[in-house]
């Protein structure tokens, strides 16, 4: 049959609205696009900073505390002492020397000052550390003090002058009993030491020369004014011939004056002392004619 134009749409109208009801009445129905549901807004967690950290507390200014050996009110230019071998002292007033303490800290400890031979050079000073008192037995109770001169000859008439200043500055920065100050030289320094000795006796408690003589233009009656209550050792090397005759007269004439003087040939000796010779001689001669124990020849205290 056909339908014309009119007929054709009202039955597409019809179909339509009978395909709508039975869609509707059996649910399937197309979905309509969903819409994505709107997440709520997170608000971030804003990150913290740490701290700052606190500014550190200033640490208090140390009181100075004296090293040992050193008294309280030393002088600030002395250099802190060491233990263990001799320690060279540069850059003070009185420097260069060398100093070794005595291992245990002792404010009343004794000093020895002892001059080296040749021209007083830095190793003249250590080789008498080495032979004459590194292996004697009671060097540890103490102080040795080894002047030598840097490019100046020490034993010149104001160079050796500054053995006097040595021991004032040595006593300031390290202590020790000033009246137990023991003098002591080496050939050219023993020669040194019997010179300072007469010139202020009151500083040193003895006098060693390994060996020593004093001034050819000196006297006994002199040597007497200087050492009467003190004591000296006039020691020399067995076979050394050029010096035991002088220092035998030294010892004679101290003797005749009332002196008290002690003669040492060191045995299988010459003139320089080597590394053989047992220093123990020395240190016992320092340890009984310490001040006050000085006997004349006859056996008596004083006698000059």
Same mark, same amino acid.
């Given at each position: 049959?056909?339908?014309?134009?009119?007929?054709?749409?009202?039955?597409?109208? $019809?179909?339509g #609205?009978?395909? #709508?009801?039975?869609?509707s009445?059996?649910g399937?129905?197309?979905?309509?696009?969903s819409?994505?549901?709107?997440?709520?807004?997170?608000?971030?967690t804003?990150?913290?900073a740490?701290?700052?950290?606190?500014?550190?507390?200033?640490?208090?200014?140390?009181?100075?505390?004296?090293?040992?050996?050193m008294?309280?009110?030393?002088?600030?230019y002395?250099?802190?002492?060491?233990?263990?071998?001799?320690? +060279?002292?540069?850059?003070t007033? &009185? !420097?260069?020397?060398?100093?070794?303490?005595p291992a245990?800290d002792?404010?009343? #400890?004794?000093t020895?000052?002892?001059? !080296?031979?040749g021209?007083?050079?830095?190793?003249?000073?250590?080789?008498?550390?080495?032979?004459?008192?590194?292996?004697g037995? *009671?060097?540890?109770?103490?102080r040795?003090? $080894?002047?030598?001169?840097? !490019?100046?000859e020490?034993?010149?008439a104001?160079?050796?002058?500054?053995?006097?200043?040595i021991?004032?500055?040595?006593?300031?920065?390290? *202590?020790?009993?000033?009246?137990?100050?023991? $003098?002591?030289?080496?050939?050219?320094g023993?020669?040194v030491?019997?010179?300072?000795?007469?010139?202020?006796?009151?500083?040193?408690?003895?006098?060693l020369g390994?060996?020593?003589e =004093?001034?050819?233009?000196?006297?006994?009656?002199?040597?007497a004014k200087? $050492?009467?209550?003190?004591?000296?050792?006039n020691?020399?090397?067995?076979?050394? +011939?050029?010096?035991k005759?002088?220092?035998?007269?030294?010892? +004679?004439?101290?003797?005749?004056?009332?002196?008290?003087?002690?003669?040492?040939?060191? !045995?299988?000796?010459?003139?320089?002392?080597?590394e053989? =010779?047992?220093?123990?001689?020395? =240190?016992?001669?320092? &340890?009984?004619?310490?001040?006050?124990k000085?006997?004349?020849?006859?056996?008596?205290k004083?006698?000059c």
């Open positions: 049959m056909n339908m014309g134009p009119v007929q054709w749409r009202a039955n597409a109208l $019809l179909g #609205a009978v395909m #709508a009801a039975v869609l009445a059996c399937s129905a197309a979905p309509a696009a819409t994505p549901s709107a997440q709520p807004m997170q608000t971030p804003p990150t913290l740490p701290p700052p950290a606190p500014a550190p507390t200033p640490e208090p200014t140390p009181t100075p505390t004296p090293a040992p050996w008294p309280a009110g030393a002088p600030q002395c250099v802190a002492p060491e233990k263990g071998q001799p320690q +060279e002292v540069l850059g007033p &009185r !420097g260069p020397y060398f100093v070794r303490h245990e002792n404010p009343n #400890a004794p020895i000052v002892f001059l !080296g031979g021209s007083g050079s830095r190793r003249s000073a250590q080789r008498v550390w080495t032979n004459y008192l590194a292996g037995r *009671g060097v540890d109770d103490f040795a003090v $080894l002047p030598y001169s840097d !490019g100046v020490y034993y010149d104001s160079e050796s002058q500054r053995t006097f200043k021991v004032d500055e040595v006593l300031a920065c390290y *202590g020790g009993d000033a009246g137990q100050v023991h $003098l002591a030289g080496f050939s050219n023993g020669h030491a019997f010179d300072l000795m007469l010139q202020r006796p009151g500083l040193f408690a003895t006098l390994a060996p020593g =004093f001034p050819q233009d000196t006297t006994p009656e002199q040597w200087a $050492l009467c209550g003190r004591a000296v050792f020691g020399v090397g067995a076979v050394d +011939e050029d010096w005759p002088g220092v035998q007269a030294t010892h +004679e004439g101290l003797v005749r004056m009332g002196v008290d003087s002690v003669y040492v040939e060191f !045995g299988g000796q010459g003139h320089s002392l080597n053989a =010779f047992d220093e123990t001689v020395f =240190f016992d001669f320092w &340890r009984v004619h310490g001040p006050g000085a006997t004349s020849a006859t056996g008596t004083g006698g």
